[in-house]
């Protein structure tokens, strides 16, 4: 059965998501965890087909261009999304890496990349030194916190040894694949069944904060609160990275698809087509890659669930993370 919101019909889908049965591999309908070792395993949460509108109406006061025209996105297959971003743990028990060995092989690696047509190292894109101590750049590091310092190209290579492992295992899904969530996907996850601008409700913003944000999201209005150990300058105080799942999750049980890090989306960053559109996966090329939700040190503005950024596939920061989907193969 349906659920109407507005003029825009979501699927219920057809079992909840929260329930997990014993199986070998992924049940749609049902929540999944990969095994990754002892100490980690990734938690997916089942989002049901159905239609939504992708964007900002007209009216909407604090949409910017970019989110126009919306459009009425459908999806005929439903997904798995990460229920948090991938976290360091999760990271290092696939990669072997933790985000200060993530950050050192970053700052080493000569490799010229395309940085809006100029071609440079990820390394002097980031005005960082090679010969630096890496604790300069860095916020806190236990495995509760999301791995940042990943580009695009980094959680396009962890998408793929997962795939060669489940596949190796005999998990992976006919016709499904782990990989970045298209950005209609993340945007539909997030809204979970809503059309206001964050998945809580409307937003009113005073004084640089948003109320609505305070249980959701960690942004730049507090951030700060309670912050203790290295961080980064966020407004008159010192904020960085929180462990995931601290906050409150949207209906389908995802945490932090608002704040915390900016999260990377498979798709290149153009303008909206709007009209209709079936299982978008966005323009066929482009310079720079999407990624949606806001940071620790964004504004309330960033927060909304149609905001948009986007930056090249190379630049990785301390902003930025990701969250895995196992989702049709294109």
Not at 42 to 48: C, F, G, K, S, Y
Not at 75 to 85: A, C, D, E, Q, Y
Not at 143 to 166: G, H, T
Not at 280 to 295: E, F
Request: glycine share 12%; proline share 7%.
């Amino acid at each position: 059965m349906g659920m109407i919101f507005g003029s825009w019909v979501f699927c219920a889908g057809c079992a909840s998501p929260d329930v997990k049965v014993p199986s070998s591999r992924p049940v749609a309908g049902r929540a999944w965890e990969i095994p990754l070792d002892d100490q980690a395993t990734l938690d997916l949460q089942w989002i049901p087909a159905g239609t939504f509108a992708m964007g900002s109406p007209e009216a909407d006061s604090f949409a910017k261009a970019d989110e126009k025209p919306q459009a009425r996105v459908t999806l005929t297959k439903g997904f798995w999304i990460g229920k948090t971003t991938v976290t360091i743990g999760q990271w290092k028990s696939m990669t072997g890496l933790g985000v200060r060995t993530q950050l050192v092989q970053m700052i080493h690696d000569d490799t010229l990349y395309d940085f809006d047509g100029k071609q440079e190292t990820a390394r002097d894109h980031m005005r960082f030194s090679r010969d630096a101590d890496p604790a300069q750049y860095l916020a806190r590091e236990f495995d509760s916190l999301p791995i940042y310092f990943v580009s695009w190209n980094d959680a396009m290579q962890y998408c793929k040894d997962l795939n060669e492992r489940e596949r190796a295992a005999g998990r992976l899904p006919a016709g499904y694949e782990y990989n970045l969530p298209t950005e209609a996907q993340w945007e539909y996850a997030c809204r979970a069944g809503t059309t206001d601008a964050t998945y809580a409700g409307p937003m009113m913003i005073e004084n640089g904060k948003a109320r609505v944000l305070d249980d959701l999201a960690w942004y730049s209005g507090n951030s700060t609160n309670g912050y203790t150990g290295k961080g980064f300058k966020v407004g008159g105080g010192t904020g960085g990275p929180h462990p995931v799942a601290q906050k409150q999750p949207n209906a389908w049980g995802l945490y932090d698809m608002t704040g915390n890090l900016w999260q990377w989306c498979r798709d290149w960053y153009g303008k909206y087509p709007g009209g209709d559109l079936t299982d978008p996966t966005g323009p066929a090329t482009g310079t720079d890659r999407v990624n949606r939700g806001g940071s620790f040190g964004s504004g309330p503005r960033d927060e909304r669930s149609a905001n948009r950024a986007k930056n090249p596939p190379a630049e990785a920061s301390a902003y930025r993370g990701f969250r895995i989907a196992l989702c049709p193969v294109p």
